[in-house]
Nanobody
Framework: QVQLVESGGGLVQAGGSLRLSCAASGTIFSINAMGWYRQAPGKQRELVATVTSGGSTNYADSVKGRFTISTDNAKKMVYLQMNMLKPEDTGLYYC???????????????WGQGTQVTVSS
């Protein structure tokens, strides 16, 4: 099993910054991709940013130019630097990891418990 622990959420004023971290642990042979998703009250969970093992990134249009996803592969961590935060960025932010337990394993995905980000106007 793989465990994901997120941290770094909190309350910040509009225009401020936060940095989210997610640490993966457990039985991991390789990580295919890591990413961040968020869910605002009354809305569906949506993609914020993802990064593959090859370094390719993908961002939601709403966060391009403001958020940056990065990884520390040796530590099996993924980060989300969030700048110029807006009230509409408020939500529960989840970390997701796609990984394999052993060489010929299929790709499995795991979710963290989420960390709350609240941006006040």
């Amino acid at each position: 099993q793989v465990q994901l622990v997120e941290s770094g959420g909190g309350l910040v004023q509009a225009g401020g910054s936060l940095r989210l971290s997610c640490a993966a642990s457990g039985t991991i042979f390789s990580i295919n991709a890591m990413g961040w998703y968020r869910q605002a009250p009354g809305k569906q969970r949506e993609l914020v940013a993802t990064v593959t093992s090859g370094g390719s990134t993908n961002y939601a249009d709403s966060v391009k130019g403001r958020f940056t996803i990065s990884t520390d592969n040796a530590k099996k961590m993924v980060y989300l630097q969030m700048n110029m935060l807006k009230p509409e960025d408020t939500g529960l932010y989840y970390c997701k990891v796609q990984s394999r337990k052993y060489m010929n394993d299929y790709t499995r995905q795991y979710w963290g418990q989420g960390t709350q980000v609240t941006v006040s106007s």
